[in-house]
């Protein structure tokens, strides 16, 4: 099994700026992409940042400019760096992986979420 753990969500103004880090573990033979999505209340779950191993990383148009994810391979580990933030950003973000196991399962994992909530 692999596990995702998320931190650095929390409560900021408008205009501010958080950083949010997921570490994998477990029986990971190999990652393919780790990202981000969100989902704002009575929302469906929409991409956020995703970034493959190899490959080009994509973002949501919304938050072009604003967002940039980074990953640390040697520690499996992605982050989300947060700047210029709205309140429609808020929501709770949960960290994704698409990795094989050492099972040679490929499949999507998934974090717990982490709260951000942009407001005044």
């Known amino acids: 099994q692999v596990q995702l753990v998320e931190s650095g969500g929390g409560l900021v103004q408008p205009g501010g700026s958080l950083r949010l880090s997921c570490v994998a573990s477990?029986?990971?033979?190999?990652?393919?992409?780790m990202g981000w999505y969100r989902q704002a209340p009575e929302k469906q779950r929409e991409l956020v940042a995703v970034?493959?191993?190899?490959?080009?990383?994509n973002y949501a148009d919304s938050v072009k400019g604003r967002f940039t994810i980074s990953r640390d391979n040697a520690k499996n580990t992605v982050y989300l760096q947060m700047n210029s933030l709205k309140p429609e950003d808020t929501a709770v973000y949960y960290c994704?992986?698409?990795?094989?196991?050492?099972?040679?399962?490929?499949?999507?994992?998934w974090g717990q979420g982490t709260q951000v909530t942009v407001s005044s």
């Open positions: 477990g029986s990971i033979f190999s990652i393919d992409t």
């Open positions: 994704n992986t698409r990795a094989t196991s050492y099972s040679r399962t490929l499949r999507d994992y």
């Open positions: 970034m493959p191993t190899i490959g080009i990383t």
